[in-house]
């Protein structure tokens, strides 16, 4: 059938169901159109679809699935603008389409409607039909379909930006001033239009609920977690964190932070709810580590220096000190509040720990008490739960997060970090014990003006780390050997490859020459060659340098230039394919950074002795992994 008799077919079938409704489309028909035809169409012929699918939709009697979709694939087209949008006869009903319980009726019109976001101008027009806009937000922020929810926050989240004058999903939204944003349609018409904006807060207020037009209660706590999301991707715009109607803010109890404080700390009964609850959590978790959150605070009692506004936020409002609560002292909590909550406290405290290490630093109260509660926790795991893989994972990660100068022996409490045991190997502790020594991150600190002593000293503390670690764990780089060449135990064979890479990529800085007064010192090179005897002796300087001394030098670097065990090539997915790779890789690495050892090494003996020891890597590096078509299967035994 030509193009030309399959869309005189659809246009005589959607006309004929237009004057009988009654008539069942033939579905098959438009899904074969839509497929092999819809967005090649001649503008002339899409037009007129539309124009007719526009009209057939109100007067339905049947699933409007076919149609929705079929005008969907017509409009996708860019060339299908909003002025065509504007000029379909009969016009769109936007506020209809919107607020009929109709999940495809309602993707349908979000559809048209999205096509207003390719300008200002076109969201202009939009912000000038305050009906359209008001059926958006109760749309958005009250259908039970996910697919309309979704469209409904993206349409939403398009026009605010286009109006605003950013890309859509930019990574870092910039904050305009408040009065730049002022003169913006869709702006004002969603925070200086008292319908509007009283609409959003009361459609996610629980004082509400009960009242005629209002959602459920349990409805509600589904508006306010999209409108959570909302605030937290706009949350350094103005118009978001400062009041706009007062008459309005102040019913819903809220001060001066807007739409920020009604949704963090009026919204929600977290007492009551602890689903509800756990979503706030996660909220602040984002909030303080998402794009946006290196924006710095202002005022004399926070300075960037200690903090950002979101941060500031928080801790101004004891959100920040009552989230801390529940993972530092959870035994003063409701048992149920601790089943849902520990888990979620523990990641926003290894966010904070992570992306505000300055101003923790001068919480000596707050380290204190973190360390305290990982030192307690995990003086309790048995060497049973280390082999079965019920570590606390929670606590391990907020460990691993915590600024490096923190956990080097006799600056905290408890020296949680040597309290992780190298032997039975934990994949959970491992990672941890490797973020103690590993590449000091360059990018996290949100709250430095400029990280770069602070880096300097976490790397300098990472070599603190290393040494200290393996003078009371000396076993540890066998261990790690144990695990990776037991091929069986999928998960600890890969966790101890990544240390070993991880170590041979750690880059370490000099430690002090003179001893320091600072809260958290680190140690001079005396104190930690005291304190270290293999350290003494052998002074690594970098992560590739401690692993070609002892004791990594005896077990780790004989098992890197040990072939594979054989496998089949056609299973990639085997734990010896795997390894393979990551062996390769990890000599690779070594490769290059012993070149750049040799490099610099100060005299040619030095010189000789490293390229005889390249010499060797290279050769292995460069070999084949011996492959068996018979071992693939037999390693897979083994895995299971």
């Not at 839509?34 to 090649?40: A, F």
């Not at 932070?257 to 959590?281: C, P, Q, R, W």
């Not at 190298?422 to 959970?428: A, H, K, Q």
């Amino acid at each position: 059938m030509s193009t030309e008799q399959l869309y005189a077919e659809v246009e005589q079938e959607l006309e004929k169901v237009g004057n009988d409704p009654s008539i069942t489309l033939d579905v098959k028909l438009l899904d074969k159109f839509g497929l092999q035809v819809g967005q090649s169409l001649s503008e002339h012929d899409r037009d007129t679809l539309v124009n007719i699918i526009s009209a057939l939709i109100p007067t339905l009697q049947q699933d409007p699935t076919p149609v929705t979709t079929l005008l969907g694939i017509l409009i996708r087209p860019d060339s299908f603008s909003f002025d065509k949008v504007l000029n379909i006869k009969p016009p769109v009903d936007f506020a209809a389409g919107l607020t009929i319980n109709s999940p495809p009726i309602n993707l349908a019109t979000l559809g048209l409607l999205e096509k207003a976001t390719s300008s200002a101008s076109n969201a202009g027009i939009i912000a000038g039909k305050p009906e359209v806009v008001a059926a958006l937000v109760r749309k958005w922020l009250c259908t039970h379909d996910t697919n309309v929810a979704q469209k409904a926050t993206v349409v939403l989240t398009k026009l605010l930006c286009v109006d605003a004058g950013i890309p859509f999903r930019d990574e870092e939204r910039p904050s305009f001033p408040a009065d730049e944003y002022f003169t913006r349609l869709m702006w004002r018409r969603l925070f200086c239009d008292k319908d509007i904006y009283g609409l959003v807060f009361s459609l996610c207020s629980l004082t509400t609920a009960g009242r005629e037009g209002q959602p459920s209660k349990r409805d509600k706590t589904v508006a306010q977690s999209r409108l959570l999301d909302f605030v937290n991707a706009f949350a350094n715009f103005p118009m978001i964190h400062t009041n706009q109607i007062p008459e309005i803010e102040e019913a819903f109890g809220v001060r001066s932070g807007g739409l920020l404080e009604f949704a963090t700390m009026h919204m929600i009964d977290y007492k009551n709810d602890v689903l509800m609850h756990v979503t706030l959590i996660d909220f602040f978790t984002s909030f303080i580590s998402g794009d946006g959150a290196r924006e710095p605070s202002s005022g004399p009692d926070s300075t960037f220096q200690y903090s950002t506004k979101r941060l500031n936020f928080l801790v101004s409002n004891a959100l920040h000190s009552r989230t801390l609560t529940y993972f530092i002292y959870p035994e003063e909590q409701e048992p149920l509040d601790v089943a849902y909550l520990y888990s979620r406290a523990a990641h926003y405290v290894a966010e904070y720990v992570a992306h505000y290490p300055n101003h923790l630093l001068k919480q000596r109260d707050e380290v204190r008490a973190i360390l305290t509660r990982l030192s307690n926790v995990l003086q309790n795991v048995s060497t049973g739960q280390w082999a079965h893989g019920k570590a606390p994972k929670d606590d391990l990660y907020v460990l691993g997060s915590m600024p490096r100068i923190t956990l080097i022996r006799g600056n905290g409490p408890g020296d949680p970090y040597f309290q992780v045991p190298s032997r039975p190997i934990s994949v959970d502790g491992l990672e941890a014990i490797v973020q103690g020594f590993g590449d000091a991150k360059q990018d996290t600190a949100l709250d430095l003006a400029d990280p770069t002593p602070f880096i300097e000293n976490e790397k300098a503390a990472g070599m603190v780390l290393y040494s200290q670690y393996l003078e009371e764990h000396q076993n540890f780089w066998t261990q790690v050997i144990n695990a990776a060449e037991t091929l069986a135990l999928r998960d600890n064979c890969l966790a101890a490859h990544a240390v070993i890479k991880t170590a041979i990529e750690a880059e370490w800085a000099p430690l002090p020459s003179e001893p320091s007064n600072a809260e958290y010192p680190l140690p001079t090179d005396r104190q930690l060659s005291d304190s270290c005897p293999l350290y003494r002796e052998f002074h690594p300087t970098s992560g590739v340098m401690a692993v070609m001394t002892s004791p990594a030098l005896d077990v780790v670097v004989p098992y890197l230039l040990r072939p594979v065990p054989p496998f089949s090539s056609l299973d990639k997915e085997s734990t010896a394919y795997r390894i393979s790779v990551v062996k390769r890789d990890i000599l690779r690495i070594l490769r290059v950074k012993l070149t750049a050892v040799v490099a610099n090494a100060n005299d040619e003996e030095t010189q000789r002795e490293w390229i005889d020891v390249l010499n060797t890597i290279n050769a292995v590096a460069n070999q084949v992994p011996s492959q068996d078509p018979n071992a693939g299967g037999m390693v897979a035994t083994m895995e299971r």
